[in-house]
């Protein structure tokens, strides 16, 4: 057996574009590939399988081997190491310096604490350093920062093929000047190089920095070359598409098309990969066997004795064909051979073997191939592999989950993060932004200043209100600040002390407060209505659910299990499922459709567009194929004839689901017995369609998708009011869309889509405006003639609009050239690229909304946003791509709309249009007074919930978080706003040991803000609203002067001795001598926590 499989990733997987990374196993996310990889492990030996593509092994791309003996760092815990030298060769080898480390490839230095994420392994690791000696490694969760494990030692490896020292600097720019001349304009590659500083994409020009160059060949010099029988015709359809490349940007360039401007000098081919007489050559050095599907051609030919496996796919589509009992009657056909079952997951191997058990097969779960051999004879192996389609050798019958259920597989779902994870910390206020104060209204913040504060220093946060006034907040009272939102045009700042601010507020309070009283009684009455009790068909279910074709997510199953509950729980389901673009809420949908028709109901799907109802439509219809259900599909892509039938089908009951777009809410359509009406992102409804809706929930099922997102806490507020199921969590093994923000580029362009066409996908190409349409198809047809591109916009007719996606989605077509239509919900596996024409006029949450049309699969997706190259970008706009290009990690958008809600629009979540409400007070304070409401509806007091206040605390004690501890200012302001929230003594003491974990040992300064924080929890429970503490003693403010027990108050006061006495105007003043800030910290916390007890017992 082999030691173990490297995997060198093809170049062709990035994107071939000026300062873009030639795969994604570059740049830190995977590490300098397998290839460069394959190098001696650590000083082990052993035999070892690379598996590649055939052009990669044609790419002249990897230092020499002995390049590797100086590559690679290890040590181990008490060894000595200087964290300077470590820092370097980080630098030097491609790891990028960051605040956070989130991905592989990036570290992060604080104090005597190094966090890095070595290419390769699961999880970052922690060094902890005293002086120059390694205390400690710990792995760590890069989203929770928390420490997960100890390590004993570690060995890092470059992440790039380049390496930045001063010999590779120094050949890099003379071979540069010798192949192009000398430098005499602006050149962003040759400066960065020059300068030492990591360009992305500089491994196209990977030969200029070493003084040779290897292949696979030479890294595993005495291997057996296994060749795919295709591998020739591989290597020279990528050598034709290198040299087309190539071509294309000598031309473009040349005759100065490059629209940028960009400078841009491609390497020769044969500088980067083998000519096919030297490829030739080098096979011919060693032993070689060739695969073939067919018999062997020569005497030399050998018949490895496997076969095509058998396929089910007849037995599928035969609507009576049911491929269980075929599966069972083949495997006990097979007499002489051990038949074997593949699945491609963990959990679909489990979910599938309760599905067979209830056909009279029983699999045992094995859990590798050699088990599987080794199971008792007349057993049935079922095992992990991840493989597509099986085969049948003399001895062994190998049948997979994909031959058995025709669908494509997901991977193993790797370790499953709560979605919860994704809101571990609020997105830090950048200078400049609005903010909004529970007392003073809407500012402008000006940054983080340190003041004396009672002779001690005190981090503030500057806020600037109309007039030039200004407001500092104490760090621990950062809570007051919320976030106006995204949208920050025609806002108007606030004056300090002016009374507008708290009349608007009152004013906005009252209309929330009505909307609240609205949804508790829609509630109400629904908990009093009675409905059909849906329940799934046993048998009939699990087989429906082993359709699904990937492994559910925790939020997934649980929005699952939510809503079937909901239906079989006999009162009418009004559930709401949000979740990010691609998420998997249509699979929730589809789950409850087949419950409610199954159950003898009928299930209406309305849509927004009719490019979603025919996605919706086909789907669906795909999905219950085989199944004794009709599904139909009514919008204005159905002929008139057609929609009559689909009408009286509703009728008379004998259609059973029927998918459209408002035409399925017409007053003409009658339905015989209606159970679920599933509503996909009902903001996009009009008031009248809205209407209809209402009227048709009045006693049916209703499940209504959305991808705004909901924040947690509000979907906390609304429990038991609407319910409610946020999916957060992405598919497994959904890669991350790689974005690229640039000017117009026509190479880069082409290369892109002649990229996504090699690689057998389709593209996306949006414009703004219907009018920009036309020309850019000319620049298109002119660009790249050789692919075909399609038209579509919302001018078209129905007939038209279908032939052309129904073209599109044929793969007639390479390129759908259209206007933002595609944006709603479209999903199209095979459409990987994505090019967006003035990505500048497109809102922020439209660009989110479009990027999520790729990478919908397994396979990697790829954004391109082009602005125009003589025009300056507005700041919002500027703002907005931004946030795009470094919106790259998974639930990103859930994480980012959680703070800035307004991305999207608010969406119509309390059945009111909001957009107004929140532009008078921002969107985080507009979520906190729907909070407030709704907790007092639900407790029928007839009240407004207690209002928000937070404790002004002054000790005299330096409160702040030294940027020596913590030196990034988004960091520290961050962690202001996560402890500003801290509610007791238990999640301080969390907060302080992550602190500990994340950043050292903690100054005096943190301790005493955390203090600060325990004190001023105590005193929301005291009602105290203020407290001066200083040498000689403190000053306790009560809220409205009052205190919740004036009588045990008095009693108190009369133990003190005089130590302590109430002042005319209310204030309790205490005599003490205070003298050692330390000591009074917890002299005070001693004192509220006395005063918390008094007011319990009143």
Not at 674 to 703: A, C, N, T
Not at 988 to 1012: K, S, Y
Request: overall charge neutral; charged content about 25%.
């Amino acid at each position: 057996m082999y030691k173990w499989v490297d995997f060198s990733p093809p170049w062709d997987e990035g994107a071939l574009k000026p300062g873009v990374l030639p795969h994604s196993g570059y740049g830190g996310k995977g590490g300098a590939d397998g290839l460069f990889q394959t190098g001696p492990r650590n000083g082990t030996r052993g035999a070892r399988c690379v598996a590649t593509y055939g052009h990669r092994v044609g790419a002249a791309g990897s230092p020499r081997v002995r390049c590797w003996p100086s590559s690679g760092l290890s040590t181990q815990v008490g060894g000595r190491l200087d964290i300077d030298g470590i820092v370097a060769y980080l630098n030097r080898n491609g790891y990028g310096r960051t605040d956070t480390v989130m991905e592989p490839g990036e570290y992060a230095v604080r104090g005597g604490i190094l966090d890095l994420f070595p290419p390769g392994t699961p999880e970052p690791v922690r060094l902890d350093f005293f002086g120059d000696e390694l205390e400690s490694i710990r792995s760590f969760d890069p989203m929770s920062q928390r420490t997960s494990g100890k390590l004993q030692s570690f060995s890092l490896v470059p992440v790039s093929e380049v390496t930045l020292d001063d010999a590779a600097i120094a050949r890099f720019r003379s071979t540069y000047r010798e192949m192009f001349g000398v430098v005499s304009g602006p050149d962003p590659l040759y400066e960065a190089i020059s300068q030492g500083i990591k360009f992305n994409g500089m491994e196209h020009w990977l030969p200029l920095f070493h003084d040779g160059m290897d292949t696979l060949f030479a890294y595993v010099p005495d291997a057996l070359a296994v060749l795919d029988h295709q591998v020739e015709e591989a290597r020279d359809a990528r050598h034709a598409l290198v040299l087309e490349y190539y071509d294309a940007r000598r031309t473009i360039t040349g005759a100065g098309l490059a629209e940028s401007g960009m400078v841009y000098h491609p390497l020769p081919p044969n500088r980067l990969y083998l000519e096919k007489d030297e490829w030739d050559r080098l096979l011919a050095t060693r032993p070689c066997v060739a695969l073939s599907p067919f018999g062997p051609a020569s005497e030399n030919g050998a018949d490895a004795g496997g076969r095509p496996g058998r396929d089910f796919s007849d037995i599928r589509a035969r609507p009576d064909g049911n491929v269980y009992e075929a599966l069972r009657e083949h495997v006990g056909a097979e007499k002489s051979r051990r038949s074997v079952l593949a699945a491609w997951s963990a959990g679909s191997r489990d979910r599938l073997s309760h599905v067979l058990a209830d056909h009279g097969l029983k699999p045992v779960l094995v859990d590798s191939w050699p088990e599987a051999l080794a199971a008792p004879a007349k057993s049935l192996p079922m095992v992990v592999l991840a493989l597509d389609h099986g085969f049948v050798t003399d001895d062994v019958a190998l049948i997979t989950e994909q031959d058995l259920l025709g669908d494509r597989l997901a991977r193993p779902a790797k370790k499953k993060r709560k979605g919860s994870q994704f809101l571990a910390e609020a997105s830090a206020l950048a200078e400049g932004d609005l903010v909004v104060h529970l007392e003073h209204g809407i500012g402008r913040y000006d940054g983080l200043v340190t003041l004396q504060v009672s002779g001690a220093p005190h981090d503030c946060l500057r806020v600037i209100y109309d007039g030039g006034d200004k407001l500092f907040v104490p760090v621990e009272n950062i809570e007051v600040l919320t976030r106006y939102g995204s949208e920050q045009a025609g806002a108007q700042l606030d004056r300090l002390g002016g009374v507008a601010w708290q009349s608007r507020k009152a004013k906005l309070k009252k209309r929330i407060r009505d909307m609240a009283d609205q949804l508790i009684a829609i509630a109400a009455q629904r908990q009093l209505r009675k409905s059909e009790s849906l329940t799934p068909p046993e048998g009939l279910w699990d087989e429906f659910c082993a359709r699904f074709p990937y492994a559910e997510t925790e939020d997934q199953a649980r929005a699952i299990d939510d809503t079937v509950a909901d239906l079989g729980s006999g009162r009418p389901m009004d559930r709401l499922v949000c979740g990010d673009v691609g998420f998997g809420k249509t699979e929730v949908a589809m789950r409850a459709a087949f419950v409610a028709a199954m159950s003898g109901m009928q299930v209406a799907v309305v849509v927004p567009t009719t490019l979603l109802a025919r996605q919706h439509y086909r789907n669906f219809s795909d999905r219950f194929h085989g199944l004794p259900l009709k599904v139909e599909q009514l919008s204005r892509l159905v002929t008139a004839k057609r929609a009559n039938e689909v009408k009286a089908g509703l009728a008379d009951g004998s259609v059973d689901i029927v998918v459209g777009t408002h035409a399925v809410l017409a007053k003409s359509i009658n339905f015989k017995r209606l159970g679920l009406l599933i509503i996909d992102e009902e903001q996009h409804f009009g008031v009248g369609h809205k209407e209809r809706l209402k009227q048709l929930k009045s006693d049916v099922h209703v499940l209504t998708l959305t991808a705004t997102p909901i924040p947690r806490t509000l979907q906390l507020a609304l429990t038991g009011v609407k319910e409610m199921s946020v999916i957060a969590t992405p598919p497994v093994d959904r890669l991350v869309v790689r974005t690229f923000v640039l000017p117009f580029d026509p190479v880069v362009l082409r290369e892109a889509i002649l990229r996504e066409r090699y690689r057998g996908g389709q593209v996306f190409y949006v414009c703004p405006r219907l009018a920009d349409i036309d020309r850019v198809a000319d620049r298109l047809a002119k660009l790249v003639p050789e692919v075909k591109c399609a038209i579509a916009h919302g001018r078209l007719t129905p007939t038209e609009l279908e032939e052309v996606m129904t073209a599109f989605g044929d793969k007639q077509y390479d390129v759908l050239l259209s206007t933002n239509i595609i944006e709603s919900g479209l999903d199209m596996p095979s459409v990987n690229t994505l090019i967006i024409h003035r990505a500048d006029m497109f809102g922020l949450g439209q660009l989110y909304q479009l990027r999520g049309r790729v990478g919908r699969g397994k396979t990697r997706g790829y954004a391109y946003f082009t602005l125009p190259t003589d025009k300056v970008l507005s700041k919002p706009a500027e703002k907005r791509l931004h946030v795009m290009q470094t919106l790259d990690s998974l639930g990103a958008g859930f994480q980012l709309a959680s703070h800035d809600l307004d991305i999207r629009g608010a969406g119509n979540l309390l059945g009111e249009e909001q957009s107004g409400h929140i532009r008078e007070v921002g969107i985080e304070l507009y979520q906190q007074l729907i909070e407030e409401a709704v907790a007092a509806a639900k407790g029928g007091d007839g009240e407004m919930a207690v209002e928000e206040w937070s404790p002004q605390i002054t000790l005299g004690t330096p409160v702040l978080i030294p940027d020596t501890y913590v030196a990034d200012l988004s960091v520290r302001l961050s962690l202001y706003r996560r402890i500003a929230t801290l509610a007791d003594r238990e999640e301080i003491d969390q907060l302080a040991a992550e602190l500990v974990d994340r950043f050292g040992t903690m100054p005096p300064e943190v301790e005493n803000l955390l203090e600060v924080v325990a004190v001023k929890a105590l005193c929301k429970q005291a009602g105290v609203e203020k407290l001066d503490a200083g040498p000689k003693g403190a000053v306790v403010t009560f809220r409205g002067n009052v205190f919740a027990n004036p009588i045990g108050l008095v009693q108190y006061i009369a133990q003190q001795a005089g130590a302590a006495k109430l002042r005319p105007d209310h204030k309790l003043v205490f005599v003490r001598a205070w003298d050692e800030p330390a000591k009074r910290v917890k002299l005070a916390q001693k004192l509220i926590a006395k005063l918390v007890e008094i007011a319990k017992a009143g």
